[in-house]
């Protein structure tokens, strides 16, 4: 799995790095907002890799903000976890470890079933449509094969759905947790799993619109489940490498 979507520009700030933003200047407050909302979307979209060194120097020069400018946005995504600061060394796309990984999904088994059974019983017509054009955005994305914008608008749905429910604290948990999946999905992918069927969000949203909400909350969890059972999660043994083995003549 602009960011996520447009609406990200006037969600809550994050982080406390953030909440200084908002007593910037409006238009420096906004090129904050604009760098973070490009960083967010090259990880939805897999473009940055967990590992990745974000080089200071590097996005001074493409977005010609400061130093200081790219280091309030450092700290925001640091505090949604989707950066690790190292001292002396820099930045980095977190590598979450397969235990995160894990509670990343446990969580969003706990929420997201919830929050569907919310709008199985509350969303109206009009907030169905704007579900249903968001189903038909990934499938012409699909179908033109962008790949990194199916996955960007694959994650998005979720944003949605929590948008959508009018929560903006449960917006926030949802929008971090699914970056959060977009980097595991880079580092676990297990080669040949099968995605994800293309009509899994389509029947989450026909159970919404039935105001099925048992419905709604049990394809929200089959639906997470099978996403984490696409990626292997098994915990390798990391002790000394077989050195020999690696430089072995054939």
């Known amino acids: 799995m602009a960011t996520t979507r447009k609406k990200a520009a006037t969600a809550p700030a994050a ?8 007593e910037l200047p409006a238009a420096e407050a906004s090129a904050n907002e604009a760098i973070y909302l490009n ?20 996005l001074c020069e493409v977005t010609g903000a400061s130093r200081a400018r790219i280091r309030q946005v450092f700290a925001r995504l640091a505090h949604e976890k989707l950066v690790t600061l190292v001292p002396n060394r820099g930045a980095f796309i977190a590598s979450p470890t ?18 569907a059974a919310v709008l199985a019983r509350q ?16 499938d ?3 179908t033109r094969g962008d790949r990194a914008a199916v996955i960007r608008l694959s994650g998005e749905f979720h944003i949605l759905l929590a948008e959508i ?18 980097l595991i999905i880079t580092l676990y992918d297990r080669p040949g799993a099968p ?21 709604a909350a049990a394809l929200m969890t089959e639906h997470l489940q099978h996403i ?3 990626l292997d999660l098994t915990v390798r043994d990391s002790g000394v490498p077989d050195f020999h083995s690696i430089f072995a003549r054939s």
């Open 98 to 115: 397969v235990e995160e990984a894990r509670q990343v999904f446990q969580a969003r088994r706990v929420v997201e079933p919830e929050l």
């Open 15 to 22: 982080t406390a790095a953030a909440d200084g933003a908002a």
């Open 39 to 58: 960083l967010l979307t090259a990880i939805m979209e897999h473009r940055l890799l967990a590992g990745t060194k974000l080089v200071e120097e590097r």
């Open 228 to 230: 984490e059972g696409s």
């Open 195 to 215: 995605a994800c069927p293309e009509h899994e969000h389509r029947n989450l949203i026909d159970a919404i619109e039935r105001r099925d909400a048992a419905s």
């Open 140 to 142: 012409h994305a699909r």
């Open 165 to 182: 429910a009018g929560n903006a604290i449960l917006e926030k948990l949802i929008r971090e947790m699914v970056s959060l999946t977009c």
């Open 123 to 138: 969303a109206t017509a009009a907030k169905i449509r704007s579900m249903r054009r968001h189903v038909q955005e990934e």
